[in-house]
């Protein structure tokens, strides 16, 4: 272990014995022979891992992928079966909402409380308690019992606790999606004048968390490693696994011995939705659209889009009937149903020749994806026939795709980015500004 | 390795004082949350109870002194060991279920819990030696010099009940019913025990049998402190024997204890 690595796990597994009762798992615990009582579950395979003091990693996985399972590890809260750990420095770990409190106990007990878990003194304690108190912003229920919270005020507590007791690693499980914008946002501010004192783990499903505060990703998969790096690309990927149901059975060995799975090419044939004829759709029926593709530019197909990437938006059309002028678009609302953007052919001020019975058709959209809040949004479709003054509606699916709409920013007010911004700040000068 | 052990957890009591004492403090208050007289529940308890055997024993029974000396006092000596073994063990059978969130979300050091027990129960065992020193003086029967000896009897319980507590504790995790099966050990332990009946009304092979029960040595001890004042080497043998059980036991516990600690966080 070189001596400015925080944590290094090597070889760790896991698996969940599935036993057929609890005393099946007693006798194999005291058995002289360590027989064997249970059938395997590898929550996790094989995990080779090294952290360097004060770096932000995030963890990224399904749900099941043995993201909580490899953090109670490196807590110490279970026990792996084998492997070796080194975890140098005092933890604090937020692994679920108010981990550790007593629910009989009011708030103030259970910092101080909290305090002493975590092998920090009385009177130290009593030191960062202001600060502490400040943080969680919870007021006069500091007095209160933890069981009269809410999920945001424990959670707010539990958080302002964490990162007070000054941990050399700080580890947090999801924590961040409770409390609303404003303490998220604080709690990110906390968290990065974190980085480069303490080692910081993440596990999340949230993006552009991982994008924006880590230094280094890690996918998980069923147990497995898949590939450790940069934040972006094994985001990308690992967004672009997720649409086709799974990383790549085929992956290569590498020296770092991390799977990595092979590059999508774009030539393959495009990760498409098959459009199936459901309840959420309606119209005549004279055009039908078989199915739809969304993906960039570079990156191929994609579930997950970045707010200034250059995309295409496929749909292909099976026409039933003429159509004399067919109208092609999409619309794109986010998550209150708030229509955010769309176009149609009309609106390009572009005539589509007409389309006859019995052919397939390709319509391709391309543009450059909006500066748009970072969200889920989801893509509704429909062809007409007409112009702006009269319409008939041949196929219209509401909310055919989900995308989720990642930013390189950090930090976006409002609904849409904005390019291109500038600021500055200039004194005026009394004297001159009164003469001009 | 038993031997580190024993080593590290002394290492880690002294490290983490400062929570056990947290812990202690929380076990004790816990006992009382909600109710009115709070710590004073602590006093009264043992109090009704040692009046109850002054009444009954004094007054109503007429039960014959023992050696000259007053049968409540001589209950009373022998009562404060067994109560204060029986609560401590009890309690820390279920002590680790009975604390999910700290085995299962936060690192913890699970073995100290027991010892949070035994911390938690000297408060009303200081109580009980008080009022059974009260009942000394009101009988007019002077305290010895021989009553610091009660600490190294106090200190040889402490020793055997830890080592039952990680035995069952840890058990009791798997299998509930080890807190039955602690609760019908410790009703037979009771009546089994001279506690309340002298041991010389048994025949002496009786009397030889019933020395192998590793408390009786504990609540003989007791008297033998605040009643007799007779020094615990003059029954060396006894002692020899009654460690070798209570190492006996203490290996056994702490070896099953450390077998299933693993497997804690996943059980519960």
Same mark, same amino acid.
């Given at each position: 272990?070189?001596?400015?690595? !925080?944590?290094?796990?090597?070889?760790?597994?896991?698996?969940?014995?599935? $036993?057929?009762?609890?005393?099946?798992?007693?006798?194999? !615990?005291?058995?002289?022979?360590?027989?064997?009582?249970?059938?395997?579950?590898?929550?996790?395979?094989?995990?080779?891992?090294?952290?360097?003091?004060?770096?932000?990693?995030?963890?990224?996985?399904?749900?099941?992928?043995?993201?909580?399972?490899?953090?109670?590890?490196?807590?110490?809260?279970?026990?792996?079966?084998?492997?070796?750990?080194?975890?140098?420095?005092?933890?604090? !770990?937020?692994?679920?909402?108010?981990?550790?409190?007593?629910? &009989?106990?009011?708030?103030?007990?259970?910092?101080?409380?909290?305090?002493?878990? !975590?092998?920090?003194?009385?009177?130290?304690?009593?030191?960062?308690?202001?600060?502490?108190?400040?943080?969680?912003?919870?007021?006069?229920?500091?007095?209160?019992?933890?069981?009269?919270?809410?999920?945001?005020?424990?959670?707010?507590?539990?958080?302002?606790?964490?990162?007070?007791?000054?941990?050399?690693?700080?580890?947090?499980?999801?924590?961040?999606?409770?409390?609303?914008?404003?303490?998220?946002?604080?709690?990110?501010?906390?968290?990065?004048?974190?980085?480069?004192?303490?080692?910081?783990?993440?596990?999340?499903?949230?993006?552009?968390?991982?994008?924006?505060?880590? *230094?280094?990703?890690?996918?998980?998969?069923?147990?497995?490693?898949?590939?450790?790096?940069?934040?972006?690309?094994?985001? *990308?990927? $690992?967004?672009?696994?997720?649409?086709?149901?799974?990383?790549? &059975?085929?992956?290569?060995?590498?020296?770092?011995?991390?799977?990595?799975?092979?590059?999508?090419?774009?030539?393959?044939?495009?990760?498409?939705?098959?459009?199936?004829?459901?309840?959420?759709?309606?119209?005549?029926?004279?055009?039908?659209?078989?199915?739809?593709? =969304?993906?960039?530019?570079?990156?191929?197909?994609?579930?997950?889009?970045?707010?200034?990437?250059?995309?295409?938006?496929?749909?292909?059309?099976?026409?039933?009937? *003429?159509?004399?002028?067919?109208?092609?678009?999409?619309?794109?609302?986010?998550?209150?149903?708030?229509?955010?953007?769309?176009?149609?052919?009309?609106?390009?001020?572009?005539?589509?020749?007409?389309?006859?019975?019995?052919?397939?058709?390709?319509?391709?959209? &391309?543009?450059?994806?909006?500066?748009?809040?970072?969200?889920?949004?989801?893509?509704?479709?429909?062809?007409?026939?007409?112009?702006?003054?009269? =319409?008939?509606?041949?196929?219209?699916?509401?909310?055919?795709?989900?995308?989720?709409?990642?930013?390189?920013? &950090?930090?976006?007010?409002?609904?849409?980015?904005?390019?291109?911004?500038?600021?500055?700040?200039?004194?005026?000068?009394?004297?001159?500004?009164? =003469?001009? | 390795?038993?031997?580190?052990?024993?080593?590290?957890?002394?290492?880690?009591?002294?490290?983490?004082?400062?929570?056990?004492?947290?812990?202690?403090?929380?076990?004790?208050?816990?006992?009382?949350?909600?109710?009115?007289?709070?710590?004073?529940?602590?006093?009264?308890?043992?109090?009704?109870?040692?009046?109850?055997?002054?009444?009954?024993?004094?007054?109503?029974?007429?039960?014959?002194?023992?050696?000259?000396?007053?049968?409540?006092?001589?209950?009373?000596?022998?009562?404060?060991?067994?109560?204060?073994?029986?609560?401590?063990?009890?309690?820390?059978?279920?002590?680790?279920?009975?604390?999910?969130?700290?085995?299962?979300?936060?690192?913890?050091?699970?073995?100290?819990?027991?010892?949070?027990?035994?911390?938690?129960?000297?408060?009303?065992?200081?109580?009980?030696?008080?009022?059974?020193?009260?009942?000394?003086?009101?009988?007019?029967?002077?305290?010895?010099?021989?009553?610091?000896?009660?600490?190294?009897?106090?200190?040889?319980?402490?020793?055997?009940?830890?080592?039952?507590?990680?035995?069952?504790?840890?058990?009791?995790?798997?299998?509930?019913?080890?807190?039955?099966?602690?609760?019908?050990?410790?009703?037979?332990?009771?009546?089994?025990?001279?506690?309340?009946?002298?041991?010389?009304?048994?025949?002496?092979?009786?009397?030889?049998?019933?020395?192998?029960?590793?408390?009786?040595?504990?609540?003989?001890?007791?008297?033998?402190?605040?009643?007799?004042?007779?020094?615990?080497?003059?029954?060396?043998?006894?002692?020899?024997?009654?460690?070798?059980?209570?190492?006996?036991?203490?290996?056994?516990?702490?070896?099953?204890?450390?077998?299933?600690?693993?497997?804690?966080?996943?059980?519960?």
């Amino acid at each position: 272990m070189t001596s400015n690595s !925080a944590i290094l796990l090597k070889g760790i597994e896991k698996s969940y014995k599935l $036993y057929h009762s609890p005393l099946a798992r007693f006798k194999e !615990a005291l058995h002289p022979r360590k027989k064997k009582y249970f059938e395997d579950f590898y929550a996790l395979k094989d995990i080779n891992l090294e952290i360097p003091k004060g770096e932000t990693w995030g963890i990224i996985g399904l749900n099941g992928s043995g993201k909580s399972t490899l953090l109670k590890i490196i807590c110490g809260v279970i026990q792996a079966d084998c492997g070796t750990m080194q975890v140098v420095g005092r933890i604090a !770990a937020l692994l679920e909402l108010g981990s550790g409190f007593n629910q &009989e106990y009011t708030g103030r007990q259970n910092v101080f409380f909290s305090g002493a878990l !975590a092998d920090v003194s009385r009177s130290e304690m009593e030191k960062r308690f202001p600060e502490i108190e400040a943080f969680a912003e919870i007021g006069d229920f500091i007095d209160q019992p933890v069981k009269n919270y809410s999920s945001g005020m424990l959670m707010r507590l539990a958080f302002a606790v964490a990162v007070h007791v000054s941990p050399d690693i700080l580890i947090v499980d999801e924590a961040l999606a409770v409390g609303d914008a404003r303490f998220q946002h604080k709690c990110m501010k906390k968290i990065k004048s974190f980085k480069g004192r303490s080692t910081l783990l993440l596990v999340t499903h949230d993006m552009n968390a991982v994008l924006t505060l880590c *230094d280094h990703a890690v996918w998980l998969h069923e147990g497995s490693l898949i590939e450790t790096g940069n934040p972006k690309e094994i985001v *990308d990927r $690992y967004t672009q696994a997720f649409y086709e149901g799974g990383p790549p &059975e085929t992956s290569i060995k590498t020296e770092d011995n991390l799977l990595v799975p092979p590059l999508p090419s774009v030539a393959k044939k495009a990760v498409t939705v098959k459009v199936e004829d459901t309840a959420a759709s309606f119209g005549r029926g004279g055009v039908k659209i078989d199915q739809i593709a =969304l993906f960039s530019k570079e990156r191929g197909p994609i579930e997950a889009v970045y707010g200034g990437e250059a995309v295409g938006f496929h749909l292909w059309l099976e026409s039933l009937g *003429d159509i004399k002028n067919p109208v092609v678009g999409f619309l794109v609302k986010n998550r209150l149903g708030i229509e955010i953007f769309g176009f149609n052919n009309i609106s390009l001020r572009t005539e589509l020749p007409p389309l006859r019975v019995g052919e397939n058709y390709l319509v391709e959209f &391309e543009f450059v994806w909006p500066l748009i809040a970072k969200d889920n949004y989801s893509i509704s479709i429909a062809v007409a026939d007409g112009n702006l003054e009269s =319409l008939v509606m041949h196929h219209w699916i509401h909310d055919v795709l989900t995308v989720e709409v990642l930013s390189l920013q &950090e930090y976006q007010i409002g609904l849409v980015g904005v390019e291109q911004v500038q600021i500055e700040l200039k004194l005026l000068d009394a004297e001159i500004s009164f =003469l001009n | 390795m038993p031997r580190n052990f024993f080593l590290d957890f002394i290492k880690l009591i002294l490290s983490r004082r400062y929570l056990i004492w947290e812990l202690i403090k929380r076990e004790v208050a816990a006992q009382y949350i909600g109710s009115r007289l709070g710590f004073i529940w602590t006093i009264i308890n043992p109090l009704v109870l040692i009046l109850i055997f002054w009444f009954v024993f004094g007054f109503g029974l007429k039960a014959k002194p023992l050696n000259d000396i007053p049968f409540v006092i001589w209950l009373t000596a022998g009562m404060a060991a067994w109560f204060n073994f029986s609560e401590i063990w009890t309690r820390a059978t279920t002590i680790i279920v009975a604390n999910p969130h700290l085995v299962k979300k936060v690192r913890f050091p699970t073995s100290i819990l027991p010892v949070v027990t035994v911390g938690a129960a000297l408060v009303s065992h200081i109580v009980f030696l008080g009022l059974l020193i009260i009942l000394l003086w009101s009988y007019h029967i002077p305290l010895t010099f021989w009553v610091i000896q009660a600490l190294y009897y106090y200190v040889a319980m402490v020793v055997l009940v830890l080592g039952l507590s990680w035995l069952t504790a840890s058990v009791n995790v798997f299998f509930r019913d080890t807190g039955q099966i602690v609760q019908l050990l410790l009703q037979i332990g009771f009546w089994g025990t001279p506690i309340f009946w002298d041991i010389n009304i048994m025949p002496p092979i009786v009397q030889a049998v019933l020395k192998f029960n590793p408390i009786y040595y504990i609540v003989h001890g007791y008297r033998d402190s605040f009643i007799y004042g007779i020094p615990f080497w003059l029954h060396w043998r006894w002692g020899l024997y009654f460690w070798s059980v209570t190492a006996l036991i203490l290996l056994t516990g702490t070896l099953v204890f450390r077998r299933l600690r693993p497997h804690f966080a996943d059980v519960l």
